[in-house]
């Protein structure tokens, strides 16, 4: 068995292989990918008015592959189904068909048949589970590249212990999970590969954490109080799509950026569609550094400071999305410009477009607004926020049983 290298040349190895992946990242010219988006969208929309598909949501995420009866013997299909930056996340659509059979868990020595034992191998992996299972995992689930974790067809809870850490790999998708009640780990040797094993400091307690991470894509999981963010995306981290989710009872909800001085986030793009936020929820849905940040056909009916926030100029493109102020006075402003006097947050691209304000809800756009930063962005326009409803009706985990429609 391999003994763990020294943190300090554990760390140089990272950073390499955070570069190297970071390297290929951003798309450059943000602005296409939200037409993309908008593009893919009004189809589905078309499509389900015109009566193509008799299961059609309007969501072109769901409408790829939940009208298919037959999806447990096309797994792998869903791969390409996603849109927005995340949209080129394969996962493990590449490899074999892994069983989860073995809800138990050891972070050094995992055995075959457990959710560890398949997220830390080489070579990519479709990881499915055999039966409804609680994983209390022991430590950080620290998973490689080329990895799908799909729980469709079990309910899949991750909870009670440290949850999951994508850092530095590529190509990961996370589907169809319950993820909740996520602690902090560490101060433990914790392995991420056949080959090797490492010391861990102390997590975070995120739900899912995203560090140095590309071509990642989280949809339709279910996430709720966890000791820190949801999902967090930090140190370089780009080319993320979060889909589909359903998110309650937490405060600080998404994090998307490390600090204000981390400049690598400058080449982070983010897409934010179709989720729900829900209930008991206080803030960070998300808040933002440095990248681009399209936040499209959302449902926002609970929030108690503030939903979209952001800091060091991030470029935040909100369209469709429904925002249902609390009942409190002064917290009906959905945004909030951290950290920065006005005379510098004016000059941040922050935009609304076709978004629905509800309860004496507003947003403070500020920047180029609907001028000639998002001209392109702009000559397509997100599909009415009164949709967002039927869009978003089947967030979070789905109950999906062979045989049958999901």
């Known amino acids: 068995m391999a003994m763990p290298l020294p943190l300090s040349l554990l760390l140089l190895l990272n950073i390499l292989l955070a570069s190297t992946l970071i390297s290929s990242s951003p798309v450059p010219d943000s602005e296409l990918v939200v037409q993309e988006v908008q593009k893919s969208i009004n189809e589905s929309i078309n499509r389900r008015n015109l009566g193509y598909l008799s299961c059609g949501t309007g969501n072109p995420i769901d409408d790829c592959w939940r009208c298919d009866a037959n999806w447990e013997k096309n797994r792998q299909r ?36 457990t959710l560890r034992y398949g997220v830390i191998q080489e070579e990519p992996l479709w990881i499915i589970f055999k039966r409804d299972m609680v994983i209390k995992l022991k430590e950080e689930l620290m998973v490689n590249s080329f990895k799908t974790i799909d729980g469709r067809g079990a309910s899949v809870h991750i909870a009670g212990g440290p949850c999951i850490t994508i850092q530095y790999v590529t190509n990961v998708i996370i589907h169809g999970l319950n993820i909740h009640d996520c602690k902090q780990g560490g101060n433990a040797y914790v392995r991420d590969s056949p080959s090797h094993y490492g010391w861990r400091t102390l997590s975070d307690g995120d739900g899912v954490s995203i560090f140095g991470g590309s071509h990642i894509w989280v949809d339709h999981c279910s996430l709720s109080n966890c000791r820190d963010g949801l999902i967090d995306a930090i140190h370089g981290s780009t ?70 926030g952001g800091s060091a100029s991030p470029t935040i493109n909100s369209q469709g999305n429904r925002f249902l102020a609390p009942n409190n006075k002064d917290n009906k402003e959905i945004t909030k410009h951290e950290d920065a006097a006005q005379s510098e947050w004016k000059k941040w691209n922050w935009r609304s477009s076709g978004d629905l304000l509800m309860n004496g809800a507003f947003f403070t756009a500020s920047g180029a607004g609907a001028s000639s930063n998002y001209a392109k962005a702009s000559s397509l326009s997100a599909r009415p926020s009164s949709l967002v409803s039927t869009i978003t009706s089947g967030a979070g985990s789905l109950k999906c049983r062979k045989g049958s429609r999901c």
Request: proline share 4%.
């Open 78 to 113: 869903l791969a390409g189904c996603a849109i927005g930056f995340g949209k080129n996340a394969v996962g493990g659509r590449d490899g074999k068909i892994y069983v989860v059979t073995d809800a138990g868990d050891h972070p050094v020595n995992p055995k075959p048949g």
């Open 239 to 308: 080319a993320i799509t979060i889909s589909n989710n359903y998110m309650t009872h937490h405060n600080k909800v998404m994090l998307l950026g490390h600090s204000d001085s981390y400049k690598q986030d400058k080449n982070m793009q983010v897409t934010i569609a179709f989720n729900h936020f829900g209930e008991g929820l206080v803030q960070r849905m998300p808040r933002c550094r440095h990248g681009y940040f399209h936040v499209v056909n959302n449902d926002y009916t609970h929030w108690e400071m503030y939903a979209i």
